[in-house]
Every structure is written in C-alpha cells, then in structure tokens.
C-alpha cells in the first residue's frame, strides 16, 4: 500500500510503498477515504514532539471503509462507513488519561496511507450528512473541543463564550459547537480576514490579538464571559482574568504562544474563577461529541484539501497558519 513515511529528521517526508497490516484479534483494517491533518503532525515532522519514532506513518485523523477484521465477532463491521477516536489506552478514571494512553499516528502507524490498523473499539459510524473530507476532518479536534467545552467548562445555552485564536481546526470546532449549543461566541485572531470569516460562521465580535487594548476591546463588546477556550498561553493569558465574569472558567488544551505568564492570584480566588487544563477526551466524550455532531447537523470547516501524494504541501501549509479550519489528504 501507499504511505505517507517520515523516515529521519534531516529527511523530507516520502511517498513510497510500504507494507499493509496484519490484524491481531480485537482489530480492524480501515480502507481510508481522508485523512487531517493536526498541529501534532507538523511538531512532529521538524522533531519537536516527544517520543518521535522512525520511520513512522503520521496522521491521528481519519475517515474510511472497514475492510478486514481480526475477529469473527467483529466481522459485522466489514463494509461500514466510520471515522477513527485516535487515543488509546485512556485508562478507567474519566477526569485524566493513564501513563498508557498514546495517539494514533505516533508511535502507531497513522492514516496518513492508503489503509491503517484500529482497535475495534475505537471505530465509530461515520455521520451520514457528512463527506469523507468533513468527516476526517472530526476526530482529534473535535473531542478535544468537546471535552474544552461541555465536559471542563461546562458551558450551557446563553453562556458568553470566547474562542482565542479561532483560525486552526479546534477554533473553528469550538466556535461552531459552541454556537450550536447556544452560546453568544467571541473570538481572537491575529488576522483580520479569520475574524470576518468566524463572524460569517456567527460569532457576536471579534479582536485582533496584536492590539494593544485587546482586552479592553473585548470588555467593551462583551462585558465578560463566562467561558474561555484557549490553546496559545504565552504573554496574553495574563489578560483572560480580567475579562472573566465571576465563576467564568479558563479552559487551556495548547501552549503554541509559549508558557503560562505571572498572574494576579488575588483576582483569580476572589472572583472564584477556574482555570483548566485539557486534553483530548476519554471514549464517553468521544461518544458524546459525535452524537452532537449528528443532533445538530454540524459539517466541519475544511480550509483545503490534498491528495495523499501531496502530504509535504499540506504540512507547509499548516507551518504558515494561513489555514481556516482543517486541512485534508484526500487518499
């Protein structure tokens, strides 16, 4: 089969021919029709990601059409429609995954190829409203956004809510989950362009980040919010306290923009504020995020799509953060 290879740091990505994969009982073999990318696969291609592997086939997300199966008892599965929950081994408490959990596309051969080897488990029947391409589009994003969201922050109908950042794939999930939900959404970008496109989607307002009164700007719009979802840290974060509504909750699942700044602690305990950390989702949200996608007809935002063959393009791509939404491989 055909694969998207990352052979040595110092080498650039290969499409070549590569061995198809043998199922060990409990396992399945998705015949892929799309995969996404995520920013872990481009942090992973320049060597800043723990526990790079080589050669290793990348990509966490994927759409596809269930080929072979290890089991007799999985043998119902052949011929479904699914898309992939890429984490494994979250362990038995819901709150925090165990030491075992890993995602698939490092160290397990990923779906950036023409077929990739699944748990059984981990399979979920593909939303009929959506294509290949928005439903690869789904999986890492999308239950990172839910768990964000509903499981940490507990956000409900009416809640003012504030997406940082809403250019990648998890700002536009969150600005269209949020919405579906009820929610009056605000965000922050660094361009205007994403900002007009997120106002398109429905989001109330939006700031450019690189503004000096950023936050008072958004004070000014919003008054407050009850929700922040946040993936960038760095030097701004210090500014999301002081537009918080009391009892508001700081949700973070990245660190692109750098660490976590000094903080006014006085304001933080005396406005019974929360700030959470996140990542990714155990299987309950996986569930959980694909029947809301169902219930309210969500289609994922799909900034561009490349073939297969074109992987290296894709991951330029994704290094300029030019992208709105995700970026897909059609296989």
Not at 223 to 247: E, H, Q, T
Not at 304 to 328: C, N, P, R, T, Y
Request: some cysteine.
């Amino acid at each position: 089969m055909k694969a998207i290879v990352l052979e040595a740091p110092d080498k650039p990505l290969a499409f070549k021919e590569v061995d198809k994969p043998t199922l060990a009982p409990g396992e399945a073999l998705v015949k892929i029709k799309a995969a996404a990318l995520n920013r872990r696969d481009y942090w992973i291609t320049i060597g800043k990601y723990a526990g790079i592997k080589y050669p290793t086939i990348l990509g966490s997300d994927g759409a596809g059409i269930v080929a072979e199966v290890g089991s007799d008892t999985d043998k119902h599965l052949i011929g479904t429609e699914v898309i992939i929950n890429p984490g494994y081994g979250w362990g038995n408490d819901p709150n925090f995954q165990s030491d075992d959990f890993k995602i698939l596309g490092l160290p397990a051969d990923g779906t950036f190829a023409e077929y990739v080897k699944v748990q059984s488990q981990h399979l979920h029947v593909k939303p009929a409203h959506l294509t290949w391409e928005q439903a690869a589009a789904i999986p890492l994003a999308g239950l990172t956004v839910y768990r964000a969201l509903f499981t940490k922050g507990k956000a409900k109908k009416g809640d003012k809510v504030l997406i940082t950042g809403v250019g990648g794939g998890t700002g536009a999930f969150a600005l269209q989950f949020a919405l579906a939900a009820g929610c009056q959404v605000f965000v922050t970008s660094g361009s205007g362009e994403k900002i007009d496109r997120a106002k398109h989607l429905g989001a109330s307002a939006g700031v450019n980040y690189k503004a000096q009164d950023w936050a008072e700007q958004l004070h000014h719009l919003a008054g407050g919010f009850d929700v922040i979802i946040d993936s960038a840290l760095g030097d701004g974060f210090a500014k999301l306290p002081d537009v918080c509504n009391p009892g508001g909750r700081i949700v973070v699942f990245g660190g692109t923009a750098g660490n976590i700044p000094p903080l006014n602690g006085r304001k933080i305990f005396w406005r019974q504020l929360q700030i959470i950390g996140t990542m990714m989702g155990n299987p309950d949200d996986f569930k959980a995020m694909v029947d809301f996608v169902n219930e309210h007809q969500i289609i994922p935002v799909v900034d561009e799509v490349f073939s297969l063959a074109d992987a290296a393009k894709a991951v330029q791509k994704m290094e300029s953060s030019s992208q709105f939404g995700k970026i897909v491989l059609h296989a």
